[in-house]
């Protein structure tokens, strides 16, 4: 294959963007893409004459309005390109259906800010991310806003909070005499997921309606050999890799690294990173094209934070970073970042955001599925603290603590083979079991679950971050000495916010008492962690950097609450439906076989103890009462849940609905182990785990 040639083919790129649009046209579009200048309008017919041609060519006979409502997913409404002509059709694409769509917003969650009745949602062409055309449709990229201007979707508020970034930072560099046309953030998201059969899938209701298992007894043979994690692909994973990587690139998406993660069956890809509004739409795309090309492989793709229990989660890790329009990474440290006072700056401002607003960034990552993981063994406690690294840590340790800082040089490594090259070693190490981790030129912000739309935490990451800029600007625009003033605010801010630092073991034992005792928040669920969002404080910050309105912001946090309950709920209900029709009546059917094996025993052999039957009866016989007491409870518990009224509902969720589920699990994962395998109604997690030869 000529990956070259084949790069991006699907896409209306900036490269077929110049040879397909008149000169002036051209000038004109890029000016908004790469200054963030309003786009002319004007030029929306010129626009969508050359994309619909380009992807006429490319097959297409459709296009649409690609969006991301706040479910979380994105959506889209097919039109085709042809209008009557006398007796004919012609394809045709005008301006105006380029710029704005009209969907039906009545059926998208809008948390109220939109009453059914006025059911006018329109959709505004995004041109910072590019179309595509894929299966015979023109994806335009677009945000989706209420007829009264409220934003109905993760992406209108994105491009808000980049907004807001780009001039606050803009003013931050002004100072230091840096002048540019646009400040972006940057970011790559590393993606992991779970690849098992199809065959295997069809078979388990729970992971079909819910997309994790809702019973398994653990498997025998996990992740604790530690051999998967980069471990040789099998056949028919690379297989499904290389068509996935090969989907990917048509679509301009810069798959790069591909490997086993630490679990058996699971993966990881990571791109390139790019603009933030671009990374997510890719993001998205990738999942989306996951899935189908597993699909074409008879593998399904389990995109889910926790497939199943005891196993590691799959993340999404948030690289991020802010870049001016010519090439310069705000958070690059150089080579003495002690003396880069620009550098400095920008690592207090990022340092104040993360523990001013822990409670919207905690909240930013939360959801049902990835409750399972925040906290777990693997993933980064639910906590929120910044990792440094040995050099940065130790400039802001001398910082706070007024002790000359002595550069720690980039040490050079050895490989202590005398043929292997001196390499430059990095000059932070990886600490895994940091939520919010330096590395190097970024930061990672490793809390996103797998599945999640990436805007809602750089939504939050981006605002929290602009407006410490703007608090930085307001001070130093008015400084007569820059250089000092700049000194001391960052070390004001480093002292004030040093308790957000923490350098090392994240998953230790001692990271939670020490923890509380700084007073940082540790919200363990998202019906803890969303409520923080109606503060005040949490509120006005999204309201100051223009990024929500504070009905908007409400209307967020009640659909957060609002789809936990219904996740709970549908839940819930799939374990009372698994439980009731096949798990209790299959373990009835065994113990009751086991029961005619002691009578025709006994009747051939007289009186025998048969102690291996009786054994197992009494104890089946046992838990499988536990199991429909357990049953009657968590039915009861639920329909006594008034799931209108959203936060005393996810309350309950969280305490009393996902305890009563765990009470049914239990008795349920121990039958599996005791009950014949040709009994038990599910594939079992070696079968799942284990499914792809
Ligand atoms: P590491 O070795 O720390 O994992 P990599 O260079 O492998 O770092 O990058 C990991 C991810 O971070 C990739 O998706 C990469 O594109 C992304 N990344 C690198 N630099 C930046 C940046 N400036 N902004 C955002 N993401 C970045
Ligand atoms: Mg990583």
């Known amino acids: 294959m000529n990956l070259p040639s084949k790069f991006g083919e699907n896409v209306f790129s900036d490269s077929v963007q110049k040879e397909m649009l008149p000169k002036e046209v051209y000038k004109a579009l890029r000016a908004t893409i790469e200054a963030g200048k309003p786009l002319d309008t004007s030029i929306a017919g010129a626009v969508a004459a050359a994309m619909k041609d380009w992807a006429v060519s490319k097959g297409a006979t459709h296009y649409t309005h690609w969006f991301q409502p706040l479910t979380g997913l994105t959506a889209e409404k097919h039109d085709s390109f042809i209008e009557p ?109 779970f690849i098992i059969t199809e065959e295997e899938y069809e078979k388990r209701k729970d992971l079909q309606l819910t997309g994790r298992t809702l019973f398994g007894a653990p498997v025998t043979r996990g992740q604790e050999l530690e051999d998967h994690y980069f471990g040789v692909l099998k056949t028919k994973i690379s297989e499904f890799m290389r068509d996935l990587d090969e989907e990917l690139w048509s679509y301009g998406i810069l798959s790069k690294t591909k490997h086993n993660e630490v679990a058996p069956a699971q993966h990881e890809m990571a791109p390139v990173f790019s603009t933030t509004n671009v990374a ?49 990474n705000l958070l690059d440290p150089g080579n003495n970042p002690e003396q880069n006072t620009l550098f400095k700056l920008v690592l207090a401002a990022v340092i104040k955001a993360v523990d001013d607003y822990q409670g919207p960034l905690r909240a930013s990552v939360a959801s049902a599925a990835n409750d399972h993981r925040l906290g777990a063994n693997e993933a980064p406690p639910a906590i929120i603290s910044v990792y440094l690294g040995d050099q940065l840590g130790a400039m802001v340790d001398s910082i706070v603590k ?68 703007q608090q930085f600007a307001d001070e130093l625009e008015r400084a007569a000495d820059l250089e000092k003033a700049a000194n001391e605010l960052i070390e004001r801010e480093l002292k004030a916010h ?58 967020r946090a009640d659909i957060r609450l609002e789809n936990y309950t219904k996740i ?78 959203i936060g005393p509902a996810s309350q309950a969720m969280a305490h009393v609905i996902i305890p009563d589920m765990e009470a049914l699990r239990k008795p349920v994962d121990e039958m599996e182990t005791l009950t014949s395998s040709d009994y038990w109604p599910y594939p079992s997690y070696f079968d799942l785990l284990y499914s792809v030869k």
């Not at 009494?618 to 968590?634: F, M, P, R, V, Y």
Request: aromatic share 8%; net charge negative.
């Open 280 to 328: 997510v739409d890719t993001n998205m795309l990738t999942m989306e094209i996951m899935k189908k090309v597993a699909k074409k492989h008879g593998l399904v793709c389990l995109l889910h934070e926790k497939p199943f229990r005891g196993i590691n989660g799959s993340g999404k890790h948030n690289n991020w970073s802010m870049s001016t329009d010519s090439g310069l």
């Open 498 to 555: 040093y308790r957000i630092i923490f350098n090392l073991d994240g998953y230790g034992p001692e990271w939670e008492p020490e923890a509380e005792k700084r007073g940082l928040l540790n919200k363990k669920n998202t019906a803890d962690a969303v409520p923080v969002l109606y503060e005040e404080k949490n509120i006005s910050v999204f309201v100051r950097q223009g990024v929500f309105t504070r009905e908007e912001a409400i209307a």
């Open 568 to 645: 709970i709920n549908i839940e819930a209900l799939t374990m009372l439906e698994m439980a009731k029709r096949d798990v209790i009546p299959a373990v009835s059917d065994f113990v009751a076989d086991l029961c005619q094996n002691v009578a025709a025993k006994q009747a051939v052999c007289g009186d025998i103890p048969y102690a291996t039957e009786k054994k197992l009866i009494t104890k089946l016989a046992a838990l499988n009462d536990e199991a429909s007491a357990a049953i009657e409870k968590l039915e009861k518990d639920l329909g006594a849940i008034n799931k209108e009224d």
């Open 85 to 193: 002509d006398g007796d004919k059709v012609i394809m045709r694409l005008t301006g105006k259906s380029l710029i704005v769509g009209e969907p039906d917003a009545s059926s998208f969650p809008s948390g109220g800010s939109r009453a059914t009745y006025m059911a006018r949602g329109y959709t505004a062409w995004d041109p910072t991310s590019p179309a595509f055309v894929k299966e015979g449709t023109l994806y335009i990229p677009t945000i989706f806003v209420s007829y009264t201007g409220e934003t109905l979707d993760k992406k209108g508020p994105l491009l808000r909070s980049m907004t807001a970034i780009d001039a606050q930072a803009k003013r931050i560099l002004k100072l230091f005499g840096i002048q540019c046309k646009k400040v972006a953030t940057t970011v790559g998201p590393e993606q992991e997921y």
């Open 402 to 469: 007024g002790e000359k800082y002595v550069s720690g040089e980039a040490p050079e490594g050895s490989l202590g083979v005398p043929e292997s090259p001196i390499f430059p070693k990095d000059a932070t190490d990886r600490n895994r079991t940091s939520p919010f981790a330096f590395t190097g030129n970024k930061f990672e912000f490793r809390m996103l679950g797998s599945q999640a739309n990436v805007s809602d935490a750089n939504i939050c990451l981006n605002t929290i971050v602009a407006d410490a800029f």
